[in-house]
């Protein structure tokens, strides 16, 4: 084992030698490609011995034969290329998905084009190719299948005999139907104190100097009043009713003309008039009684009552007390009016021993049947039963009172209220003023083609013109045509009086109805019309 380790260390040396002398003698190695065959291998390793013996011994350089040693190769040495590392990408946070906008398409340019005008050449129409429509087969459906009903057992009750009521007997003249009881208010002696008012007006600065003047004009206790305004409300309808009293609308050319035939339909229908007969029928003496005293025809009486309250059936939803005081001390432009109406309402009530706060009015604080403001109470009012005290709430005192107004205002006995014109040809009397503030007189009015169509008026007289659906009606109005616009100034309201009156006498006193003679009805188509009206 040793020895062939010597041998090997040998070997090495030997060729470490050979290299040496190479480089030393030609200054490069050169390689041999052609082969060269050594002769003998053992005398070179003897050679090899002493030239070993010699470098260690001298360290002399081996001189070795170039034939005998094979030229090595030049080896290059190997590149190990260096493992590069590995380039990580660095983490990136996933976008959010964002919807992608819609796809608008961009709009057309649209690019003006001259035409040139041609001239038309004829051609002829090309026929168009008559298509045939389709025909559809419908198929009439499958029957559904019929489905026996379930028969639920009904307990069936015993029968028992049924109350039925007996039939009211036919009357020829209508019935009084108004609401169940007129609202009458009665004599009372609650009393009222407070020394500080509260309430709806409790700031209110025009309140408080109402109940110093009634103190000191009429000697009212201060906590009277005070106790009675603060139990006063303001609602918010007569608030709204206090505004637009405050703030008319102002009329423009622009402005619809009002329309008679829907004004009519409020108060000339089949309840009015029921009512009207029924109430003439119950209160007859009376009505004749006032009649006679006045000179006011019944029919007049019983047409202003109607168009009021309907004889009581509608005296107004609100206490007299709120409306007077709302309308007094919260409307800027009548509220002086108002005041004047609410000291005398106050009183009133303090002579007939009203309480206050029970009697309803209208939003203006018009009281009774009748309608009366607080002041006209005093003025026209009449105790028509005789018990003492004028109640307008009773139909007696009523009767008398509205028939004492007419008459005071100028009423004229035997005169109608207004008469149908009829044209005589001409338009003139278009340009005339119409409604109860103008004048007229009957020569006038004939000079530019309107007549009335029979007499009954005299004087200076009104020409009434009115706005319907189907066209202007004409009437002339005489004096007791302006008495009723004082009880409501308005042309359509005095009309509808009249005409309501009208239909009443029709029904109470048929005989007595004016009727326009044949002569009359034959020169004019619309009093021919009214005359077959009125017969059948």
């Known amino acids: ?38 002769a003998k291998s053992a005398p ?57 906008k819609a796809y608008v398409p961009p709009k057309p340019i649209v690019v003006a084009v001259h035409k040139v005008p041609t001239s038309k050449v004829y051609s ?18 499958a ?29 020829q003249q209508a019935s009084y139907r108004p609401p169940a009881q007129v609202q009458r208010p009665v004599v009372t002696s609650k009393r009222y104190s407070q020394s500080r008012l509260t309430g709806d007006f409790a700031s209110n600065y025009q309140a408080q100097a109402f109940i110093v003047m009634m103190s000191s004009r009429h000697g009212f206790n201060p906590s009277y009043t005070t106790g009675v305004l603060s139990k006063a409300k303001a609602t918010a309808w007569l608030k709204r009713q206090a505004y637009s009293d405050a703030n008319p609308k102002p009329k423009t050319k ?14 000339i229908t089949s309840r009015h008039i029921n009512a009207g007969t029924a109430f003439y029928n119950k209160y007859r003496r ?21 168009v009021e309250t309907i004889y009581g059936g509608n005296v107004g939803t609100d206490k007299a007390i709120d409306a007077l005081a709302t309308m007094s001390f919260m409307n800027s432009r009548r509220g002086t009016y108002f005041a004047s109406e609410l000291e005398a309402y106050l009183l009133m009530t303090r002579r007939t021993g009203l309480d206050p706060l029970q009697p309803k009015a209208s939003w203006a604080g018009a009281l009774g049947l009748p309608q009366f403001m607080p002041s006209n109470i005093k003025k026209y009012g009449v105790d028509y039963d005789g018990d003492g005290a004028v109640n307008l709430w009773t139909p007696h005192d009523a009767i008398g009172s509205i028939a004492n107004y007419l008459s005071k205002h100028g009423w004229r006995r035997g005169e109608i209220a207004a008469i149908p014109a009829r044209r005589t040809g001409g338009s003139g009397y278009s340009s005339l003023n119409s409604g ?12 530019k083609g309107l007549k009335p169509s029979y007499p009954g008026v005299s004087g200076q007289v009104h020409m009434v013109k009115l706005r319907t659906n189907a066209g202007n009606e004409y009437w002339v109005g005489g004096n007791n045509f302006y008495v009723i ?9 005095a009309m509808a009086v009249h005409q309501l009156a009208q239909e009443i006498k029709k029904r109470v006193k048929p005989s007595s109805v004016r009727m326009p003679t044949v002569i009359e009805a034959s020169r004019d188509k619309d009093l021919l019309l009214q005359a077959a009206h009125v017969l059948l």
């Open 1 to 38: 084992m040793n020895s062939k380790r010597r041998y090997f260390q040998i070997a090495c040396l030997a060729s470490i030698s050979v290299l040496l002398g190479a480089c030393s003698s030609s200054g490069e190695l050169k390689t041999d490609t052609t082969p060269k065959v050594v």
């Open 485 to 493: 616009t004082r009880y409501n100034h308005s042309s359509f309201y």
């Open 436 to 447: 109860f503030k103008y004048k007229h007189s009957l020569s006038t009015l004939a000079r």
């Open 286 to 306: 009376s009505l004749q009684r006032a009649s006679a005293q006045y000179g006011v025809p019944e029919e007049y009486i019983l047409g202003i009552m109607g």
């Open 44 to 100: 070179v390793v003897v050679a090899q011995k002493d030239n070993i013996n010699k470098l260690f011994a001298k360290k002399a350089p081996a001189v070795v034969a170039k034939k005998v040693v094979k030229a090595t190769p030049k080896i290059r040495p190997v590149i190990v290329a260096k493992a590069k590392p590995v380039a990580r990408k660095a983490y990136v946070k996933p976008k959010t998905y964002v919807k992608p």
């Open 143 to 171: 029957p559904a299948k019929w489905v026996k009903p379930v028969v639920v057992a009904q307990r069936v009750a015993p029968k028992r005999p049924v109350y039925v009521q007996p039939k009211a007997a036919r009357v």
């Open 254 to 267: 622009k402005s619809r003309p009002s329309n008679w035939s829907n004004y009519q339909k409020r108060f």
């Open 124 to 141: 002829r129409p090309v026929a168009k190719p008559v298509v045939k429509p389709k025909v559809v087969v419908h198929r009439p459906a």
